[in-house]
């Protein structure tokens, strides 16, 4: 945060260190639930460049596809904020009833998929006009994907012990599939055959064949996981009790490790390249960055207060 009696020379200094980035760098968007904004990381230097204020305790984040815009969750705010990635300003803040946490983006970029996790509901926002239409989709939502062709959405009924299905043309719930115990993170693969549920009373994650919406595997992992990210054929799951990332191979569904982190791990995301696995640490204030192939530390970014980065949280630059 940027203290009043800085002055106009500090104000510009930090102005001067944002715009330093190379040119065409990814960015990640942490949200920080406990100082209420949004740090922004550039993923070349590990390094923050600016933070934005947004309130209402932030929680979801969700970066369209083209890197615009990001999308902010504010479950105590009862709004979702739209950034302008470039300008790195709040655009506009939309009034959402309930308690808005996790969400996605259509990939054309049209819908904001919000779940409403005390109201049973999934929201479908229209970025510049705001709600459009809403689906009854169980107790409890918290985690929302989309498949690439943008045509079904996935919600975690945390306290249903399901994943629902929604229709996106029609906003119609189409059904829904037992996996784990209350589960929370849901991740979709790039080629949209596979969905990734992480289960946090279960200790598992249940791996979801698309085509057959069944589930064709259960992964043990670590203590309390909440989220899932993919790279060079693993996935990595953070374990918040057990204050480390979980590993396993996407083929044989074997387990390959368990890496340290800090406190509390949820949000987790993987570079563009698959080579590095980005998670933000809710209860040590970090953003830790990590080799996907050799599975060491590489470098650690300090952020606001409650890192959570809960959703798409990395902006790759074209």
Known sequence: MICNSWGRAARA?????????????????????????????????????ATLPIGGKPAGVAVSADGARAYVTSPEGKYLSVVDTRERRVLRKIPLEGGPLG????????????????????????????????????????????????????????????????DAASFQKLGELDVGRHPFGVTIDADGKRAYSANVESDDVSVIDLESRRVIATVKVGKRPYCVALAQGRGFVTDQYAESVSVFDLST????????????????????????????????????????????????????????????FIRAMN
Request: charged content about 20%; cysteine-free; hydrophobic content about 45%.
């Open 253 to 312: 569904f074997a387990p390959v490790a368990q890496v340290k982190v800090g406190e509390y791990p949820e949000g987790i995301g993987a570079s563009r390249d698959g080579k590095t696995v980005y998670v933000a640490n809710w209860f040590t204030n970090e953003f830790w960055s990590i080799a996907a192939d050799s599975l060491k530390v590489i470098a650690k970014a300090k952020t606001g207060d409650g890192p959570r980065a809960f959703g798409a």
């Open 13 to 49: 200094a930090l102005l001067g260190l944002a715009l330093a980035s190379p040119a065409g760098a990814d960015e990640a968007f942490v949200t920080n639930q406990g100082s209420g904004d949004l740090t922004i990381v550039d993923l070349s230097t590990m390094a923050p460049v």
């Open 103 to 166: 969400l996605a983006v259509a990939p054309d970029g049209k819908r904001v998929y919000v779940a409403d996790m005390y109201e049973q509901r999934l929201f479908a926002v229209d970025p510049e006009s705001g709600v459009v239409a809403t689906a009854q989709v169980g107790v409890t939502p918290s985690g929302v994907a989309v498949t690439p062709d943008g045509k079904t959405i996935l919600v975690a009924i945390r306290d249903a012990n399901k994943i629902a299905f929604v």
